[in-house]
T-cell receptor
Framework: DAKTTQPTSMDCAEGRAANLPCNHS???????VYWYRQIHSQGPQYIIH???NNETNEMASLIITEDRKSSTLILPHATLRDTAVYYC???????????????FGKGTHLIIQP | DAGITQSPRHKVTETGTPVTLRCHQT?????MYWYRQDPGHGLRLIHY???????DKGEVSDGYSVSRSKTEDFLLTLESATSSQTSVYFC?????????????FGEGSRLTVL
């Protein structure tokens, strides 16, 4: 699986958009970009994933560059409850084979300031 | 929320004693995983299962064994607990499809080995 690089920590003001970057310059053509977050003391929570098109759901938007070497997770109106560690993970689709889980790096600690 | 229950949620034990953590799911998902999380290391995969009686090792499997005799239960056993196995253990499940690798996590089991 391709390796990802994320900033260790970021701050964002409450109510503003939080933009979390992720570099994955060695990504392969069949690898998806996944984002998870982990709020203190809880299990990780899935946010969104995408292959090459931008994606949006009720939680966030995922912007993937045209060359797919980097992506940005956008939380449009950050709240204090969005304070968490955010993990960017690159993984090939599981189709046809066994699933051996996802490899979590150290992520970005996003702190939403009141 | 995905129906995943981990038990016990908290356990304190002594070095050399056996410990079993249980993960129970009500989603009938095929894949189940055990991760451990430690400061400075993030989440690391211990073992995973891709069906009843089908299991495989993850990144940090030494000192751990698993069993899956039913779809809904995945047991993690520490045959002789050591202080280095003090950690928070997370169970996760997934239903593999061609276009998604979403994992659903439990709330974690905090194990302290004295």
């Amino acid at each position: 699986d391709a390796k990802t690089t994320q900033p260790t920590s970021m701050d964002c003001a409450e109510g503003r958009a939080a933009n979390l970057p992720c570099n994955h310059s060695t990504i392969s053509g069949n690898e998806y970009v996944y984002w998870y977050r982990q709020i203190h003391s809880q299990g990780p929570q899935y946010i969104i994933h995408g292959l090459k098109n931008n994606e949006t759901n009720e939680m966030a938007s995922l912007i993937i560059t045209e060359d797919r070497k980097s992506s940005t997770l956008i939380l449009p109106h950050a709240t204090l409850r969005d304070t968490a560690v955010y993990y960017c993970i690159v993984r090939a689709t599981y189709s046809g084979g066994g699933a051996d889980g996802l490899t979590f790096g150290k992520g970005t600690h996003l702190i939403i300031q009141p | 929320d995905a129906g995943i229950t981990q038990s016990p949620r908290h356990k304190v034990t002594e070095t050399g004693t056996p410990v079993t953590l249980r993960c129970h799911q009500t989603e009938n998902h095929r894949y189940m995983y055990w991760y451990r999380q430690d400061p400075g290391h993030g989440l690391r995969l211990i073992h995973y299962s891709y069906g009843v009686k089908d299991t495989d090792k993850g990144e940090v499997s030494d000192g751990y064994s698993v069993s899956r005799s039913k779809t809904e239960d995945f047991l993690l056993t520490l045959e002789s607990a050591t202080s280095s196995q003090t950690s928070v253990y997370f169970c996760a499940i997934s239903e593999v499809r061609a276009d998604t690798g979403e994992l659903f996590f439990g709330e974690g089991s905090r194990l302290t080995v004295l």
